[in-house]
């Protein structure tokens, strides 16, 4: 098993550029998380998807956008990337929810210029 | 004021030493309550588990948890040069619900 995967691993884009990052989990699990990570702020919560099918708001959704294609796959998308949005990227997926253990994928590192 | 505090350190101490981890919280719905570690340029991965006051051991890491003063603690015994990583708490209200992360603690042990 793969587990969690995410694509790309780098990515540089100009202020106003768009694109979608992708993740993909092979353990058949419900919930699906993306996080970004910055210096001093710890892991803070984009959107998440406790469901197939359903979607809400983490702690900083403003200028990002989610799909949940499937049960395996959960993307990201920047509709006008701005530099305050260079950071590194996570993707997770757990069981159900809170009470089980949030298996993360490798992270993706972006920079916007 | 953020729902989970963690000092961000840096921490270092020496090898074999025992390493004490802390974190305090201001809700008091939490009910789960997790200790993740992150390796330099890696994600996260789940290192203790609990949802209940009271400690949990796990080899070297003990697990702490005071929810009448809303305290976490993790120790690390015989502490290595490969404990060095990043220590995030985190907790969780509920089965179905969002957890919630400090901003972490960055240890070094020193060989």
């Known amino acids: 098993n793969a587990g969690v995967t995410q694509t790309p691993k780098f990515q540089v884009l100009k202020t106003g550029q768009s694109m979608t990052l992708q993740c993909a989990q092979d353990m058949n699990h419900n919930s699906m998380y993306w996080y970004r990570q910055d210096p001093g702020m710890g892991l803070r919560l984009i959107y998440y998807s406790a469901s197939e099918g359903t979607t809400d708001k983490g702690e900083v959704p403003n200028g990002y956008n989610v799909s949940r294609l499937n049960k395996r796959e959960f993307s990201l998308r920047l509709e006008s990337a701005a530099p305050s949005q260079t950071s590194v990227y996570f993707c997770?997926?757990?069981?159900?929810?809170?009470?089980?253990?949030?298996?993360f994928g490798p992270g993706t590192r972006l920079t916007v210029l | 004021q953020k729902e989970v505090e963690q000092d961000p350190g840096p921490l270092s101490v020496p090898e074999g030493a025992i390493v004490s981890l802390n974190c305090t919280y201001s809700n008091s719905a939490f009910q789960y309550f997790m200790w993740y570690r992150q390796y330099s340029r890696k994600g996260p991965e789940l290192l203790m588990y609990t949802y209940s006051s009271g400690n949990k051991e796990d080899g070297r890491f003990t697990a702490q948890v005071d929810k009448s003063s809303k305290y976490i603690s993790l120790f690390i015994r015989d502490s290595q040069p490969s404990d060095s990583a990043t220590y995030l708490c985190a907790k969780s209200e509920n089965r179905d619900d969002k957890i919630i992360f400090g901003k972490g603690t960055r240890l070094h042990i020193l060989p």
């Open positions: 997770a997926s757990s069981e159900w929810g809170g009470r089980n253990e949030q298996f």
